[in-house]
């Protein structure tokens, strides 16, 4: 009786030990199931609260995103700048390409490169053939016009005293005539290659021509180029150019001004020219005059601008930034560039209308600083539009003319509310 006691007694322990493994699981799995109810339930009032809140209003717009800054459109005083990109040129009435009017061979060339010249220095002396058969046939045409003119002076004798016909003293008369032609041509020949005037005025035993032709400068200046060495053949191409000579003294910018931006400038304004070389210094300029061609790829106006070059710093070819001052009487509508953004060669901005509402609006402007540009078309003062961070509202776009978020709405006249 005993014994099955026990044996009852131990199998009753063994149960109980296989039984607490089980409800330690039981409870373990119960009080995770509690844990996430609790937080599902932590979760739900915040996603209600979420639902619930009021939207923004319209000047919190720039709130939903941090980093985009809005600002007012309105009309700006005061001196503006419209920034030309051009280059250096030699100003068109002080430089001289000069070229050889005849063929010959170099003998001396007294002119080097950087010297400075004076109107009628001469830059090389040229042994020319031309010369020497220029000044035979013209020696030629001189004897044949005294012989003409003694011919005819006794054909006039003879006639009047009824020893010779008026036939001859007419063909006498002709003789004279054509002799006259010639020589005229033979001298003016001369004077194309550059023989003097006053050399061809004296009598025929007293002149003094030569072979030797000196080329000389056609205007005061410094020589930039030199193509010519002793010894060297030229001839009497135009294209063959032997000196350039220029005045570095006053030179120009010809830069290209835009179509839409024409009306803004005007002959006789001031400007400022900067280089790379020296970009700290501000060259005075004053335009000079403005073409009146448009160019049919870039649709640009070429327009020069005088500057002084007293200390040469400036060299002719490079690139320069010509700064027109437009006028302080003049108000523009101007705005940041970088509120500007431009997609498949237009130009837009981003009008704010709203909480989180974004008007798309194409625009026309031109620069006038290296951060502000002038508004053509587009907007209208007062408007609100985004300055900074129009790229973020860019990456948002949906598309159309939506109330949320923002909308693509096509551009209006200048001057019209949008």
Known sequence: MTSQVNSELKAERMNELHRRPFVRSISILSLACLALS???????????????????????????HPRVETALVELGSGAHDLTLIGKVAYAEDRYSRISSPLQGRVLEVRAHLGDRVQAGSVLLVLDSQDIAQAYLEYVKEDSDLQYATRARELAKDLYENKALALKELKQ???????????????????LSLRVPAQELDKPLEQQKITSRFEMKSPLAGTVVERNVTPGQSIGGDSGQVVF?????????????????????????????????????????????????????????????????????????????????????????????????????????VYIVEGADQYVKREVAVSTISPDQVHVLRGLTSG?????????LIKGQEVGGCQPTRSKDCPPVPAGTKG
């Open 172 to 190: 006498a008369e002709n003789e004279l005539i054509k002799a006259r032609a010639e020589f005229r041509r033979a001298k003016e020949r001369l």
């Open 38 to 64: 609790a937080c599902g339930q932590g979760e739900q009032p915040a996603v209600s609260n979420a639902a619930t809140t009021p939207p923004p209003m319209i000047g919190s717009a720039a709130e939903s």
């Open 244 to 348: 350039t000579v220029a005045d570095l003294d006053m030179l120009q910018v010809v830069a290209d001004v835009y179509e839409r931006d024409l009306a803004l400038v005007k002959e006789g304004q001031s400007a400022k020219v900067t280089v790379e070389a020296y970009q700290d210094v501000n060259f005075p300029a004053t335009v000079t005059t403005i073409g009146d061609v448009v160019d049919p790829t870039s649709r640009t106006i070429k327009l020069h601008a005088m500057v002084n070059n007293k200390d040469h710093r400036l060299k002719p070819e490079m690139f320069a930034r010509l700064h027109i001052e437009v006028g302080e009487s003049m108000r523009l509508l101007t705005i940041p560039r970088e509120a500007v953004l431009e997609e498949d060669g237009k130009q837009f």
């Open 383 to 391: 408007q609100r539009i985004v300055t900074k961070g129009a790229v």
